[in-house]
């Protein structure tokens, strides 16, 4: 039987799967299933999964949208992290030869591990994410970013919007800056909660995230960099000025900082939200130079 046709067999609705199982969503996983076939469909033809490629679909859940991506991948690797939602997977999809169910917790599972029998071949990624952490999810897939061409995900509206801010503005902020520097995020589209099950408090959005080949701009240390990016914003209210000099991470005495940023042009009365990305780039290899 050929992957298209198992998808079709398998493509029924969560309930439905949920009730055949006698299994009920654990609200402290963040459970809450895309019930829109329509919307699953689109979200697999925006990430322009193509027959030779591997996937890695984070949090797989009751495998509807893992069917759909296994009737157009190569391989498809299905993180979950829910022992029941596993045995379904295994039960639903175990006509699926190109499926590798793997039981994880996504901020531990080791992405370049999905290359192994094709180091030459880039990953592409999908998810319905656990909301909770999300943002935890986002850098864990940056850390891999050398691995990952693309990424296709499902956040909360807030988060998403976050993500895609500009420098300035109020919903500017840490995901705003590493998104922007390793990747080309872009809004696909918006997902009324009405359309999951069961219904979450929120309206969610599709982000596609193309990452770059090179960073947006020349970090000397990127560790580093996301460093002084995290101390900018760690108190939003406080200058950049002073929320640099009471990290004990940079280790630099006041006046030490005060001069670089004025050898930069920044004014040191500045908060971090009004940085641009090449702003915090710049900052970041004066600050540490090596």
Excluded: W
């Amino acid at each position: 039987m050929s992957s298209e046709n198992c998808s079709l067999k398998i493509m029924t609705n969560p309930r439905s799967i949920l009730k055949k199982f006698e299994v009920r969503p654990l609200k402290r996983l963040g459970q809450s299933f895309l019930a829109d076939r329509n919307i699953t469909a689109k979200i697999v033809t925006i990430s322009d999964v193509k027959s030779d490629d591997i996937v890695v679909e984070i949090g797989a859940g009751l495998g509807l949208m893992t069917a759909m991506i296994a009737g157009e991948a190569g391989k498809v690797v299905a993180l979950e992290i829910d022992k029941k939602m596993v045995d379904i997977l295994r039960k639903e999809l175990k006509n699926l030869s190109n499926v590798e169910i793997v039981q994880t917790d996504v901020l531990r599972y080791d992405f370049s591990s999905a290359c192994l029998e094709c180091p030459s071949k880039k990953l592409k990624v999908i998810g319905n994410i656990p909301y909770s952490i999300s943002s935890q999810i986002l850098f864990r897939l940056i850390e891999f970013r050398d691995y990952i061409s693309q990424a296709t995900l499902m956040f909360q509206k807030e988060v998403a919007e976050r993500i895609l801010a500009s420098p300035g503005t109020k919903k500017y902020g840490i995901p705003s800056v590493i998104a922007s520097m390793y990747t080309k995020p872009s809004l696909e589209m918006t997902v009324p909660a009405g359309c999951f099950y069961p219904k979450p408090k929120v309206d969610s959005c599709v982000l596609r995230m193309t990452v770059r080949e090179r960073p947006m701009f020349d970090i000397k240390n990127p560790d580093f960099f996301l460093k002084v990016v995290k101390t900018a914003f760690s108190k939003r209210r406080k200058t950049l000025l002073n929320n640099l000099k009471n990290s004990d991470l940079l280790n630099l005495y006041e006046k030490d900082i005060a001069g670089v940023l004025e050898l930069l042009g920044i004014d040191s009365s500045r908060r971090g939200e009004t940085l641009t990305v090449e702003e915090f780039c710049e900052l970041s290899n004066a600050l540490n130079p090596a």
